[in-house]
């Protein structure tokens, strides 16, 4: 009977992800509201009151951080030309310094608010509890990004021997950030007349390195959009997956909320959305945030921090609720990482609520197929998926048994 049950299970997770692969959904398009409607009927149809909910962003960060590094280089070019361009270029690149980390932390758009914004959708149901003693945010994205030739599978490999596993890899994108902190302390001087010997290769190497970035991130909004498959209809298909277990057997001391975000892939667009829409009403209840990312590698894991530029550890509890449940029997699969990218989960962690992202990596330690046409429904590792939703159930069952204490 359990074997029978884990087959149903499974051709439950790929029915839901090859759902969501046939519709083209890259971040706040006509796909991505196809794709939230589509949350949202399947969440209907287990009893679910789903509200699909319509928000404002700015999607294409390839154009947003495009700006930011080809106006880094610019700046650079011009303070190598010019001694009287070059205590300008010190501020603008300055400036746009601050911008990025903004951009890449979460924390604040002052350059992507001046493009046009377009509509995302996220999806949200609600599981009441009044004798609740705390809510738990379960949560998945369902939009999906686009490939690059920065993400070819073969400089994936190349990288692997080199890099180390994902625990290990640096942060790619303190490279264009350090770009622009080079063109804004070498160019004061450039402006004071002091020697080039001091500021002319810096200088080059900076435009060199925005140059090439910039290059990346407009093959970037120039390319398709990935199937995502992994990344992450995988995610969307264990959120439903939990939603139609709690629905049956709903945790006594848990009020859960299913949330599909909309924009991940646009830098959490949707989850900052949610946050500004629902943040007020949950810092008074012990908000506890699980998010499911990638899910079908291969060998379940779970993060322990994140982050494009500043690594954000987990708050604590949400790191030792896993580890006791990877510590247990059944689970000795379950490994931990920190990533130098970002999820969801990144921008609870801000707002200093518990947050835990949990997703799945090959043997080498990396995601399968990531941001590439291979992410298709054939390539999932459905176990994975089925096993990190049994992870899942039980971080629940231990979070819901300690809902009482304070």
Not at 20 to 36: H, M, N, V, W
Not at 39 to 68: C, D, K, N
Not at 75 to 91: H, Y
């Amino acid at each position: 009977m359990k074997g029978a049950a884990n087959d149903e299970g499974q051709k439950r997770l790929l029915a839901d992800i090859r759902s969501l692969c046939a519709i083209q959904r890259p971040s706040a398009s006509a796909g991505e509201r196809e794709a939230a409607e589509w949350v949202a009927s399947r969440l209907r149809e287990m009893g679910f009151e789903a509200a699909v909910e319509e928000f404002r962003f700015r999607p294409a960060y390839w154009t947003a951080w495009g700006i930011h590094v080809s106006s880094a280089a610019l700046a650079g070019i011009a303070s190598i030309l010019s001694r009287r361009l070059a205590g300008p270029a010190a501020v603008i690149s300055s400036l746009l310094a601050i911008s990025f980390w903004g951009d890449l932390t979460t924390g604040f758009h002052w350059l992507r608010n001046l493009l046009p914004a377009q509509s995302g959708y996220n999806v949200l149901a609600r599981l009441p509890n009044p004798s609740a003693k705390r809510v738990l945010v379960v949560s998945a994205h369902h939009d999906a990004p686009h490939s690059g030739a920065v993400f070819h599978p073969a400089l994936a490999r190349w990288l692997r021997p080199r890099s180390g596993p994902a625990r290990q890899q640096p942060p790619i994108l303190q490279l264009p950030f350090a770009a622009m902190l080079i063109v804004a302390a070498a160019s004061p001087l450039r402006a004071a007349g002091l020697s080039p010997l001091l500021w002319r290769n810096p200088l080059r190497l900076a435009v060199l390195l925005n140059g090439v970035t910039a290059a990346l991130l407009a093959d970037i909004g120039r390319s398709p959009v990935s199937p995502g498959a992994n990344d992450n209809a995988s995610g969307v298909a264990a959120v439903l997956a939990l939603a139609e277990e709690f629905k049956q057997r709903p945790p006594p001391n848990l009020e859960v909320w299913f949330l599909s975000t909309g924009c991940e892939e646009a830098i959490m667009g949707g989850m900052l959305a949610f946050g500004r829409r629902h943040f007020p009403e949950l810092v008074t209840r012990r908000p506890f945030f699980l998010n499911f990312e990638m899910l079908g590698s291969g060998r379940v894991s779970y993060m322990e921090g994140e982050g494009f530029l500043k690594l954000y550890p987990y708050h604590r509890e949400a790191v030792e609720l896993a580890a006791e449940v990877a510590s247990e029997r059944g689970f000795e699969e379950v490994s931990s990482h920190t990533i130098r990218l970002g999820t969801d989960a990144l921008v609870p962690t801000r707002h200093d609520f518990p947050a835990l992202t949990v997703d799945s990596v090959d043997e080498g330690g990396f995601v399968s197929n990531y941001h590439w046409p291979t992410d298709t429904p054939d390539n999932i590792d459905l176990s994975s998926v089925q096993r990190t939703v049994a992870f899942a159930k039980r971080l629940v069952e231990l979070l819901d048994e300690r809902a009482t204490s304070s």
